[in-house]
């Protein structure tokens, strides 16, 4: 069964403007953790924001913001303000416990394009 | 500070040929990690370093890679023989503590392409 599923092989937004990238998750484990990634076409994955299961509050880093919403487990990233460099593929990823020590499991992605 | 080396940045070779990619992590990252990026896919977990002891290598295909990182600091991951499916964009990540926030530190990748 697949952990984390981003159901959006791509998604096209102007600029400055804002813009949501789904992403839901399975899990049975109570302490878990959700990251998004971004990876330009340079291939670096770069971190963007985290959240953990217990955090009370969204995440915020900056232009970015992780709408959880944990009955539904969904792990939204909203990107407002959209930037031309925002352009990249997006991956959402859980931290899960493997043989003892966590790890970390990607979703498939989704493809941003930001126009002028 | 620097971040995640890792070399060569391409390498073409032929199937049943061997290969072999190098990654120096984060100074003072316990963690190491070999993902596999196949194209249009999310990175996929290989093998996970605590130090210089495998912590797990469920995902690796042990027929045919392998992974060392002596010393706990540099690690390599080889493929031999290698085959077509193969093909895919090596990742190599650091952390310092997957505990917290635990976000990793990747490496630009290495891109291979088997013929």
């Known amino acids: 069964a697949q952990k984390i599923t981003q159901t959006q092989p791509g998604m096209f937004v102007q600029e400055k403007e804002a813009v949501t990238l789904d992403c839901t998750y399975d899990?049975?484990?109570?302490?878990?953790?959700l990251f998004w990634y971004k990876q330009p076409s340079s291939g670096e994955m770069i971190f963007l924001i985290y959240?953990?299961?217990?955090?009370?509050q969204n995440a915020t880093e900056g232009r970015y913001s992780l709408n959880f919403q944990k009955a539904r487990k969904s792990a939204n990233l909203v990107i407002s303000a959209s930037q031309l460099g925002d352009s990249a593929m997006y991956f959402c990823?859980?931290?899960?416990?493997?043989?003892?020590?966590?790890?970390?499991?990607f979703g498939t992605g989704t493809r941003l394009l930001v126009s002028p | 500070e620097a971040g995640v080396a890792q070399s060569p940045r391409y390498k073409i070779i032929e199937k049943r040929q061997s290969v072999a990619f190098w990654c120096n992590p984060i100074?003072?990252?316990?963690?190491l990690y070999w993902y596999q990026q196949i194209l249009g896919q999310g990175p996929k977990l290989l093998i996970q370093?605590?130090?210089?002891?495998?912590?797990?290598d469920s995902q690796l295909p042990k027929d045919r890679f392998s992974a060392e990182r002596l010393k706990g600091v540099d690690s390599t991951l080889k493929i031999q023989p290698a085959k077509l499916e193969d093909s895919a964009v090596y990742l190599c990540?650091?952390?310092?503590?997957?505990?917290?926030?635990?976000?990793?530190?990747f490496g630009s990748g290495t891109q291979l392409s088997v013929l």
């Open positions: 990540a650091s952390s310092l503590d997957l505990e917290t926030s635990g976000k990793l530190f």
């Open positions: 899990t049975s484990d109570p302490s878990y953790g």
């Open positions: 959240q953990g299961s217990y955090d009370q």
């Open positions: 990823a859980m931290r899960e416990r493997g043989t003892g020590f966590q790890k970390l499991v």
């Open positions: 100074s003072g990252h316990a963690t």
């Open positions: 370093f605590q130090n210089n002891g495998v912590v797990d």
